[in-house]
């Protein structure tokens, strides 16, 4: 079997990871990938928007299934190219995809099938934005309708940082939705779609924030834990009530098919209700490094159960992971992200790893003496599982001192806060 993966961060490294360890053995192929991802296969040099080049590859190289990790590609329609030509690819069409790239159709299917979320407001000119400011209170939620690679959104104290927010957004051209701002607990839940049957994983939480404490500006993600206390069965099964079926059932109504993954960021509330924040049409970073290792299934069989319509085989039992086991991701950056930062810094890794200790590579360059160097934000994400989150925790942060580069930087409270700690955090 030979898949092809596109992407290059750090979900993708554990996505390919992931699949490496498959029953199938199959043969991988990244486009372009990144250094730890060439471990587990072979590199493709073609550009994730370049949709031809991609189609071509596939096609020459009988390529069984694409992977698509980003949303950009999905956003361009990669997986309607691959579809009309017969190829399986993993991850929804261009329609279903708008569920991420535009907040403003998100927002309009969740009022038009009263799935919960928090109220809105869709402003396409400046002046009705500024308007519509009225009929919100801080801190307001400015979020920028498009893909904004996780940093759409701002957080606005008052009312002049919220004016502030919406001139930056119309003087990049984009329109933006204006929302109230919730309270309570985040919680993320990336479940696989095949048009039919929609079946979550274990939840996890993220930390946006570049500061420990929750502080500082937004981030693509700082590190994640899972499973969480908080995604108790009966809070999950409302989830899957409440929120998971009624948005397929209103994506059928609108004539989309959606097959792949359904991201949906939640906001529990202080009663312990489930409302959406946002959803993503793809894997969640950096949930992913710790949602997959947790997998009990073969990631092969169930992205080909989900291609292929035949996710209902799941249903009975829902998806398996690991019982007991615990893990926690924290993400090494360089000095200055999310803001301006150097690249092209050596990386020193440590000379072994336990097999409960990965590193997913998310902005590394292999330079011609095979040695790595710092080539992006998120540089690396020290993955550990554990049987407890202390023990995760553990293992992770031994891992995560002894890798050394200038300038890095990490958060050192990851999963360490109580959930309760977790209130209220800004996240897109």
Same mark, same amino acid.
């Given at each position: 079997?030979?898949?092809?993966?596109?992407?290059?961060?750090?979900?993708?490294?554990?996505?390919?990871?992931?699949?490496?360890? #498959?029953?199938?053995?199959?043969?991988?192929?990244?486009? $372009?990938?990144?250094?730890?991802? /060439?471990?587990?296969?072979? &590199?493709?040099?073609?550009?994730?928007?370049?949709?031809?080049?991609?189609?071509?590859?596939? $096609?020459?190289?009988?390529?069984?299934?694409?992977?698509?990790?980003?949303?950009?590609? *999905? #956003?361009?329609?990669?997986?309607?190219?691959?579809?009309?030509?017969?190829?399986?690819?993993?991850?929804?069409?261009?329609? =279903?995809?708008?569920?991420?790239?535009?907040? %403003?159709?998100?927002?309009?299917?969740?009022?038009? +099938? !009263?799935?919960?979320?928090?109220?809105? !407001?869709?402003?396409?000119?400046?002046?009705?934005?500024?308007?519509?400011?009225?009929?919100?209170?801080?801190?307001?939620?400015?979020?920028?309708? =498009?893909?904004?690679?996780?940093?759409?959104?701002?957080?606005?104290?008052?009312?002049?940082?919220?004016?502030?927010?919406?001139?930056?957004?119309?003087?990049?051209?984009?329109?933006?939705?204006?929302?109230?701002?919730?309270?309570?607990?985040?919680?993320?839940?990336?479940?696989?779609?095949?048009?039919?049957?929609?079946?979550?994983?274990?939840?996890?939480?993220?930390?946006?924030?570049?500061?420990?404490?929750?502080?500082?500006?937004?981030?693509?993600?700082?590190?994640?834990?899972?499973?969480?206390?908080?995604?108790?069965?009966?809070?999950? %099964?409302?989830?899957?009530?409440?929120?998971?079926?009624?948005?397929?059932?209103?994506?059928?109504?609108?004539?989309?098919? +959606?097959?792949?993954?359904?991201?949906?960021?939640?906001?529990?509330?202080?009663?312990?209700?489930?409302?959406?924040?946002?959803?993503?049409? &793809?894997? =969640?970073?950096?949930?992913?490094?710790?949602?997959?290792? *947790?997998?009990?299934?073969?990631?092969?069989?169930?992205?080909?159960?989900?291609?292929?319509?035949?996710?209902? !085989?799941?249903?009975?039992?829902?998806?398996?992971?690991?019982?007991?086991?615990?893990?926690?991701?924290?993400?090494?950056?360089?000095?200055?992200?999310?803001?301006?930062?150097?690249?092209?810094?050596?990386?020193?890794?440590?000379?072994?790893?336990?097999?409960?200790?990965?590193?997913?590579?998310?902005?590394?360059?292999?330079?011609?003496?095979? #040695?790595?160097?710092?080539?992006?934000? /998120?540089?690396?994400?020290?993955?550990?599982?554990?049987? #407890?989150?202390?023990?995760?925790?553990?293992?992770?942060?031994?891992?995560?001192?002894?890798?050394?580069?200038?300038?890095?930087?990490?958060?050192?409270?990851?999963?360490?806060?109580?959930?309760?700690? *977790?209130?209220?955090?800004?996240?897109?």
């Amino acid at each position: 079997m030979k898949i092809l993966v596109i992407g290059n961060g750090g979900r993708e490294h554990a996505i390919a990871w992931t699949l490496s360890q #498959s029953a199938h053995k199959p043969e991988l192929y990244f486009a $372009q990938g990144n250094p730890g991802m /060439r471990e587990l296969g072979q &590199r493709v040099d073609i550009e994730l928007t370049d949709l031809n080049g991609l189609l071509l590859f596939a $096609q020459r190289e009988q390529i069984d299934l694409t992977v698509v990790g980003p949303e950009l590609p *999905l #956003s361009l329609g990669i997986a309607d190219r691959f579809e009309e030509q017969g190829l399986k690819v993993f991850g929804p069409k261009q329609a =279903g995809a708008q569920m991420e790239y535009s907040k %403003a159709f998100a927002k309009k299917l969740m009022a038009d +099938y !009263r799935i919960p979320t928090a109220h809105y !407001r869709f402003c396409q000119d400046l002046a009705a934005a500024l308007s519509a400011l009225d009929e919100f209170e801080a801190p307001y939620v400015i979020k920028e309708d =498009g893909l904004a690679a996780g940093k759409g959104v701002t957080i606005a104290q008052s009312r002049a940082e919220a004016e502030e927010a919406i001139h930056q957004a119309f003087q990049k051209e984009m329109p933006v939705v204006i929302e109230e701002f919730m309270h309570g607990q985040e919680l993320s839940v990336l479940a696989f779609c095949d048009g039919k049957t929609i079946l979550p994983c274990v939840a996890a939480q993220d930390y946006k924030k570049a500061g420990e404490g929750n502080t500082g500006p937004n981030t693509g993600g700082m590190g994640a834990y899972a499973p969480v206390p908080l995604a108790t069965p009966e809070l999950m %099964a409302r989830v899957q009530q409440e929120v998971l079926n009624p948005t397929l059932q209103a994506l059928q109504a609108e004539g989309i098919d +959606y097959k792949g993954i359904l991201y949906a960021g939640l906001m529990i509330t202080p009663e312990g209700n489930p409302r959406v924040v946002e959803f993503n049409a &793809r894997f =969640g970073d950096p949930e992913t490094q710790v949602v997959l290792p *947790l997998l009990q299934d073969d990631l092969v069989d169930v992205m080909l159960a989900t291609v292929n319509g035949e996710l209902h !085989r799941y249903a009975e039992t829902g998806l398996s992971f690991k019982e007991g086991a615990k893990a926690i991701t924290v993400v090494l950056t360089s000095a200055g992200y999310p803001g301006d930062y150097e690249t092209g810094k050596p990386i020193f890794f440590p000379q072994y790893l336990s097999n409960d200790v990965h590193i997913f590579h998310a902005g590394t360059r292999v330079l011609p003496d095979q #040695s790595k160097v710092t080539h992006g934000g /998120r540089v690396l994400n020290v993955t550990a599982i554990g049987d #407890s989150l202390e023990q995760a925790r553990q293992r992770a942060y031994e891992i995560v001192n002894q890798i050394r580069f200038e300038g890095k930087y990490f958060r050192g409270d990851i999963a360490a806060l109580p959930a309760q700690a *977790l209130q209220s955090q800004a996240k897109n």
